[in-house]
C-alpha cells in the first residue's frame, strides 16, 4: 500500500512546476506519436495493403475527430466560462481560434508531402520557436512581458535552427525539393503566420492577467477550439458548395467534396484516428501557456518534444508500415535536438528557483528559497 501511495503522489504535481511540465510533454510526446504513424498508414500505398488515401480525404476525416474530441470535452467540462476580468479577452481570443483554424488543416497537409514525418515536424517546430522568440523580444519591448530570456534559452533555439537547416539545407538529386515546391512553401508560410499571431496572443493572455486574476487556461482553450470549429465548418460548407456556387472546377476542392459525397472504406477508423491529433492540442496550448515561461521556453519545450516523437514515429513508420529509414541528416537533426534539449533542462532549473524566489510556486518542495521581491521582473 505504501508503495502504491508514493506512485499515486509523483503524478500529484502543482500548476506551474516542473513535475506538471514533464506530464504534460509525456501525454504530447504520445498523441504525437500516434498521429505520426497513422498519418503515413492511412496514406500509404494500397499495393502494400494499406488504405491509399488522398490527403486531401485523410484531412477531412482526421479533421473531423479532432475537431470533435476537442469541442467535446469543452462542451462537457464547461471550458466555455471563460474566467474574465474585463471582458475583453474575448477580443483577441476568438481570431486565436480563427488562426487555430489554418493551423489545423495545414498541420495535416505538411504529412502528406512526400517527405518523412520527422522532417516535416523539424521544418514546423523550428519555425514555431523562431515565432517564440520574436513574440517574446517583442513583448518585453511593449512592457507586456517582465521576464528574462535566459541564455540558455538562446542557445536553445540556436541549435533548434541548426536542426531545421540539417533538412532544409541537406538536398540531394532526387529528393524532395521542399523550397522548390509551391504548394510545400504555401502552406508553411500559412501556417506560420497563423502560429505568429497565435502564440502573440497567447502570450499577451498570460503576460497581462492583473494581480488575484487567475490563468484560465481551459477557458481560454475552450474559447478558442468553439471559435476554430466555427470557421472550419464555414469554411468547408464553403468549400463543399463552391462547385455550384461560384463554378469551380479545381482538383483539390473536388477530392475535399468526393470525401464527403463518397467516403472512403476507411473513413471512420481515419476520424477516429483524428482523435489523437486532437489530444494533441490540450497538452500543445497548456504547454505554450504554462505558467511562469517565456513563449521562447514553452516554445522549445512544445516543439522540441514533437521533434522527438517525429523520431519515434520514423522508426515506427519503417518497423511496422516498411517506410524510410530515418536519413544522415535526420539523425543529425536529432543530435542538434537533444543538445537543446540539454540547455533547455538549465534554464529550466533557473526558472524554478526564480520562480520559487518569487512565490510564484504554490509547492512546500520550493519553500527553502529565501524571498526575493522583484526578482521576477529581472530583464
Same mark, same amino acid.
Request: net charge positive; hydrophobic share 50%.
Given at each position: 500500500?505504501?508503495?502504491?501511495?508514493?506512485?499515486?503522489?509523483?503524478?500529484?504535481? *502543482?500548476?506551474g512546476?516542473?513535475?506538471?511540465?514533464?506530464?504534460?510533454?509525456?501525454? #504530447?510526446?504520445?498523441? !504525437?506519436?500516434?498521429?505520426?504513424?497513422?498519418?503515413? !498508414?492511412?496514406? @500509404?500505398?494500397?499495393?502494400?495493403?494499406?488504405? @491509399?488515401?488522398? @490527403?486531401?480525404?485523410?484531412?477531412?476525416?482526421?479533421?473531423? $475527430?479532432? *475537431?470533435?474530441?476537442?469541442?467535446?470535452?469543452?462542451?462537457?467540462?464547461?471550458?466555455?466560462?471563460?474566467?474574465?476580468?474585463?471582458?475583453?479577452? !474575448?477580443?483577441?481570443?476568438?481570431? /486565436?481560434?480563427?488562426?487555430?483554424?489554418?493551423v489545423?488543416?495545414?498541420?495535416?497537409?505538411?504529412?502528406?508531402?512526400?517527405?518523412?514525418?520527422?522532417?516535416?515536424?523539424?521544418?514546423?517546430?523550428?519555425?514555431?520557436?523562431?515565432?517564440?522568440?520574436?513574440v517574446?523580444?517583442?513583448?518585453?519591448?511593449?512592457?507586456?512581458?517582465?521576464?528574462?530570456?535566459?541564455?540558455?534559452?538562446?542557445?536553445?533555439?540556436?541549435?533548434?535552427?541548426?536542426?531545421?537547416?540539417?533538412?532544409?539545407? =541537406?538536398?540531394?538529386?532526387?529528393?524532395?525539393?521542399?523550397?522548390?515546391?509551391a504548394?510545400?512553401?504555401?502552406?508553411?508560410? /500559412?501556417?506560420?503566420?497563423?502560429?505568429?499571431?497565435?502564440?502573440?496572443?497567447?502570450?499577451? #493572455?498570460?503576460?497581462?492577467?492583473?494581480?488575484?486574476? /487567475?490563468?484560465?487556461?481551459?477557458?481560454?482553450?475552450?474559447?478558442?477550439?468553439?471559435?476554430?470549429?466555427?470557421?472550419?465548418?464555414?469554411?468547408?460548407?464553403?468549400?463543399?458548395f463552391?462547385?455550384? =456556387?461560384? $463554378? =469551380?472546377?479545381?482538383?483539390?476542392?473536388?477530392?475535399?467534396?468526393?470525401?464527403?459525397?463518397?467516403?472512403?472504406?476507411?473513413?471512420?477508423?481515419?476520424?477516429?484516428?483524428?482523435?489523437?491529433?486532437?489530444?494533441?492540442?490540450?497538452?500543445?496550448?497548456?504547454?505554450?501557456?504554462?505558467?511562469?515561461?517565456?513563449?521562447?521556453?514553452?516554445?522549445?519545450?512544445?516543439?522540441?518534444?514533437?521533434?522527438?516523437?517525429g523520431?519515434?514515429?520514423t522508426?515506427?513508420?519503417?518497423?511496422?508500415?516498411? @517506410?524510410?529509414?530515418?536519413?544522415?541528416?535526420?539523425?543529425?537533426?536529432?543530435?542538434?535536438?537533444?543538445?537543446?534539449?540539454?540547455?533547455?533542462?538549465?534554464?529550466?532549473?533557473?526558472?524554478?528557483?526564480?520562480l520559487?524566489?518569487? %512565490?510564484?510556486?504554490?509547492?512546500? %518542495? !520550493?519553500s527553502? #528559497?529565501?524571498?526575493?521581491?522583484?526578482v521576477?521582473?529581472?530583464?
Amino acid at each position: 500500500m505504501g508503495l502504491l501511495l508514493r506512485r499515486v503522489n509523483m503524478w500529484k504535481t *502543482t500548476e506551474g512546476s516542473t513535475g506538471r511540465l514533464i506530464q504534460l510533454c509525456l501525454g #504530447y510526446f504520445f498523441f !504525437y506519436v500516434v498521429t505520426g504513424v497513422t498519418v503515413k !498508414y492511412f496514406l @500509404g500505398s494500397s499495393t502494400q495493403g494499406l488504405p @491509399g488515401m488522398d @490527403g486531401m480525404e485523410f484531412l477531412v476525416y482526421s479533421t473531423l $475527430g479532432g *475537431t470533435a474530441i476537442c469541442l467535446s470535452v469543452v462542451l462537457a467540462m464547461g471550458w466555455y466560462r471563460l474566467k474574465s476580468s474585463n471582458g475583453m479577452e !474575448y477580443l483577441y481570443i476568438i481570431p /486565436s481560434g480563427i488562426c487555430t483554424a489554418v493551423v489545423i488543416p495545414t498541420t495535416t497537409l505538411m504529412y502528406t508531402l512526400p517527405i518523412s514525418v520527422m522532417v516535416a515536424m523539424v521544418i514546423m517546430r523550428a519555425s514555431v520557436i523562431v515565432i517564440s522568440r520574436v513574440v517574446d523580444s517583442l513583448q518585453i519591448r511593449q512592457g507586456i512581458l517582465h521576464k528574462k530570456v535566459y541564455r540558455e534559452e538562446d542557445i536553445a533555439v540556436v541549435f533548434a535552427l541548426l536542426a531545421a537547416g540539417a533538412n532544409l539545407l =541537406w538536398v540531394k538529386k532526387g529528393d524532395f525539393d521542399f523550397l522548390g515546391s509551391a504548394a510545400a512553401v504555401v502552406i508553411l508560410g /500559412s501556417y506560420i503566420l497563423a502560429y505568429a499571431l497565435r502564440i502573440y496572443i497567447m502570450n499577451y #493572455y498570460k503576460n497581462t492577467r492583473a494581480k488575484g486574476i /487567475s490563468l484560465d487556461n481551459q477557458g481560454f482553450f475552450g474559447i478558442e477550439q468553439i471559435a476554430a470549429t466555427v470557421t472550419l465548418l464555414l469554411v468547408s460548407v464553403v468549400l463543399f458548395f463552391s462547385p455550384q =456556387w461560384l $463554378g =469551380w472546377d479545381v482538383p483539390q476542392i473536388n477530392l475535399f467534396v468526393g470525401a464527403i459525397t463518397h467516403p472512403q472504406p476507411l473513413w471512420q477508423w481515419a476520424v477516429l484516428s483524428g482523435v489523437a491529433y486532437g489530444m494533441v492540442a490540450f497538452f500543445s496550448v497548456f504547454i505554450f501557456m504554462f505558467k511562469g515561461r517565456t513563449a521562447t521556453f514553452a516554445g522549445l519545450v512544445n516543439r522540441l518534444t514533437s521533434l522527438i516523437a517525429g523520431t519515434v514515429s520514423t522508426l515506427v513508420v519503417y518497423l511496422v508500415l516498411k @517506410g524510410k529509414f530515418p536519413k544522415v541528416q535526420d539523425w543529425i537533426s536529432l543530435a542538434f535536438i537533444l543538445t537543446a534539449v540539454a540547455f533547455l533542462s538549465l534554464a529550466e532549473r533557473k526558472r524554478t528557483a526564480e520562480l520559487a524566489a518569487a %512565490r510564484e510556486l504554490n509547492d512546500e %518542495r !520550493y519553500s527553502r #528559497y529565501p524571498v526575493a521581491p522583484g526578482v521576477a521582473g529581472v530583464r
